[in-house]
């Protein structure tokens, strides 16, 4: 999985159309960019396209428009902060079909190192559906394609796998290559020992990212609202706790695969408990620690406890190799943050190999202040976790090998 992919540095781009598919799919209120990582992070690729003397031709999603175009998806916003970023006018196409003749003109006028940016491409309906004449018309504007927009790997859209059909000339960029070499290493060659620790609610999410990732890791361990179900599983009492009764045989399952291959399974020894989910989520909330087998059959666990705190901190300790995906608990509460801090806190203080793996736990890292204490945080949630699983991502493997 450290894939063998032909990258921007193998090409120049000099004279070239290049169409690159970034991630801009940023968080927007009023119009405004409310953050703008995910375009600072796309700048390393489009600066050594724009350096080459190549043709940038960015284009991206954003949001979920449902029926065909709405205004406030357009990625106008975006060209204005790349501008700012690039000290460069970003010519905006805003052209309702993606490929109209806004963006024709715009690339027949553009010169060397200049940058243009395609309407949002979920304007088009075939983008979700990977359907032609959209993918054509993609990669009539181009000569070269570049791949950097890991969140999107994991799904066969026309502007992340489609375009590839008619394009011969690709390559991963950048962040693509980065998330390739920290996520496929870690898997595939782990320095260990190798700890993964899962966390989220539903045990459903990640039933095949816990069975892979039993065969790879040293030790596994289960927080967060999925807990619950591996503690029913052992027999014990979860009160009103998130349980996914369907998945009680596959937790026994696991449990049992953990100790057939002589690995460890750590789950919680005790549990943050409270009458009931938080409402509002950041409402002030009544919460005791009890042993993991005395749950009172009325409360609810909504984050592990102070012992297990310690226990997952430890078992940190000692790796050399970690990776992280999901929260410990509800952590968008301050009483019930603390025991994913303490795990944040436990990858910030080892000197491992530390690989967040997207979405909540991201959030949660950069939220609480840890994120340059990483190695490595994936920008993508549902790509990281399909990665996890040894799933091949299509956004991935229709780029040209070395």
């Known amino acids: 999985m450290g894939l063998n992919k032909v990258t921007v540095d193998d090409v120049n781009y000099a004279g070239k159309k290049v169409l690159c598919r970034c991630d801009f ?24 396209i724009m350096n080459d003397g190549g043709k940038v031709i960015l284009c991206s999603h954003l949001g979920k428009p449902k029926n065909g175009p709405e205004e406030k998806f357009s990625l106008a916003p975006v060209a204005v902060r790349l501008s700012e970023l690039l000290g460069k006018e970003v010519v905006f196409a805003a052209d309702d079909e993606v490929v109209g003749e806004n963006a024709k003109n715009a690339v027949a006028n553009m010169k060397d190192g200049d940058v243009v940016l395609l309407q949002n491409t979920r304007f088009r309906k075939e983008e979700t559906k990977n359907e032609e004449p959209f993918s054509t018309e993609l990669a009539s504007l181009a000569d070269c394609f570049v791949m950097d927009a890991f969140g999107s790997a994991h799904r066969a859209h026309c502007s992340t796998a489609g375009v590839t059909k008619h394009i011969k000339d690709t390559a991963v960029g950048y962040l693509m290559q980065k998330e390739i070499n920290y996520l496929g290493n870690a898997v595939e060659n782990p ?7 899962l966390g989220g609610a539903k045990v459903a999410d990640k039933l095949n990212v816990i069975s892979n990732l039993l065969e790879k890791c040293d030790t596994l361990i289960i927080g967060g609202g999925m807990a619950y179900t591996f503690l029913k599983a052992k027999g014990y009492e979860v009160g009103l ?28 020894v005790d549990t943050t408990i409270g009458d009931g989910f938080p409402d509002p989520i950041d409402a002030p909330i009544e919460v005791k620690v009890v042993p993991a087998t005395e749950i009172p059959a ?21 790796a050399k190799t970690v990776v992280w995906n999901g929260p410990m ?32 736990s991201a959030a949660a890292v ?37």
Do not use: W
């Open 329 to 360: 608990g509800v952590f968008e509460n301050p009483t019930l943050a603390k025991g994913t801090i303490a795990v944040a806190k436990a990858l910030a203080e080892t000197d491992a190999t530390t690989i967040i793996g997207g979405g909540d």
């Open 241 to 268: 706790s998130l349980v996914d009764d369907s998945k009680i045989d596959y937790c026994k399952e696991m449990m049992e695969k953990a100790e057939k291959l002589g690995k460890k399974l750590l789950l919680p």
């Open 298 to 318: 009325d409360k609810e666990g909504l984050d592990i406890g102070t012992e297990t705190q310690k226990l997952f901190a430890e078992a940190v300790k000692s």
């Open 366 to 402: 950069i939220q609480l202040g840890f994120a340059d204490k990483m190695s490595h945080i994936s920008t993508g949630g549902g790509a990281s976790l399909e990665y996890l699983e040894g799933k091949v991502l299509p956004g991935i493997d229709v780029i040209a090998d070395k």
């Open 25 to 48: 799919n940023v968080p927007l209120k009023d119009g405004v960019i409310t953050n703008d990582n995910r375009i600072t992070a796309a700048l390393p690729t489009i600066k050594k």
């Open 191 to 197: 320095v260990r020992p190798f700890v993964a620790i």
